[in-house]
């Protein structure tokens, strides 16, 4: 079976109205190859904005959902008003959201749970950091992280994973393309024996870190990867040559 690619771009706490306008009339008036999903994620007030004037088939995703519903929690938004506002996607388990706001992986997995009974897609983001690299343990860490989510969610069709190395995200250093195809080939072998053959066979693996529009093609022709969560370079025009990468 194909997995349809898949482009997300990470804006972060990034722009203004009118960038985020501007970059979002780029990707409109742009050539897309049509066998790519593209998802870009706005901080959270341009979203309906966002959502409002992107077309294309260009959707939009949160950065952020907590695991409450409606209710005494200040600052949260919840998936249901995600929901609400047309919104489908969001980012969960951001390496940036891990280490500065200390999102546990139970935390991230409770999220993830909540968003999916909300009826949101997720963009579940896991990795390692250097220092892990360097020990030897990226691909317990990696399984670590899915664990926990494997723990609260069984049905995993409306998740894709994200693999971001943290030592590779906003840094300019890119996993090689050996890297990333090892990294999420054991992935997709954990799905297979931690949930099923399909779901191994189905979930969209993407490679977060440093992507450009240089070495996007190459990362692109790995069998196990299937996409890109791309940060910085989503806030550039090169964004749509990252998009069409595999055309
Ligand atoms: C990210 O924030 O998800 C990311 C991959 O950032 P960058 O592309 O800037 O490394």
Same mark, same amino acid.
């Given at each position: 079976m194909t997995r349809k690619f898949f482009v997300g771009g990470n804006f972060k706490s990034n722009g203004t109205i009118t960038q985020i306008r501007s970059i979002i009339e780029g990707l409109n008036k742009a050539s897309l190859d049509p066998n790519v999903e593209v998802v870009i994620s !706005? !901080?959270? %007030? $341009? #979203? #309906? #904005? /966002?959502?409002e004037i992107a077309s294309n088939g260009v959707q939009v995703a949160a950065q952020n959902v907590y695991d409450k519903g409606n209710g005494a929690y200040t600052g949260e938004i919840s998936a249901a008003q995600l929901k609400d506002a047309g919104i489908n996607w969001v980012i969960i388990g951001h390496s940036e959201r891990r280490a500065l706001l200390g999102e546990s992986d139970k935390f991230v997995a409770l999220k993830t749970k909540a968003a999916l009974a909300g009826g949101l897609s997720v963009i +579940?983001?896991?990795?390692? =950091? +250097?220092?892990?690299?360097?020990?030897?343990?990226?691909?317990? &860490?990696?399984?670590?992280? #899915?664990?926990? &989510? /494997?723990?609260?969610? =069984?049905?995993?069709?409306?998740? &894709? %994973? /994200? $693999?971001e190395p943290v030592w590779a995200i906003g840094t300019g250093k890119v996993a090689t393309t050996e890297q990333a195809q090892e990294v999420h080939a054991a992935i997709r072998e954990w799905l297979k024996k931690t949930l099923s053959a399909e779901a191994a066979e189905k979930t969209r693996i993407l490679y977060g870190g440093s992507v450009t529009d240089k070495n996007a093609k190459d990362l692109a022709t790995q069998p196990d990867v299937d996409g890109f969560l791309v940060g910085g370079a989503s806030l550039k025009p090169a964004f749509v040559d990252i998009i069409n990468s595999t055309a």
């Open positions: !706005p !901080p959270a %007030i $341009y #979203l #309906l #904005l /966002a959502n +579940l983001c896991i990795g390692e =950091s +250097l220092e892990e690299r360097e020990a030897g343990t990226t691909i317990d &860490v990696v399984t670590r992280q #899915l664990k926990a &989510v /494997a723990d609260e969610v =069984s049905d995993w069709s409306n998740i &894709v %994973i /994200a $693999y």
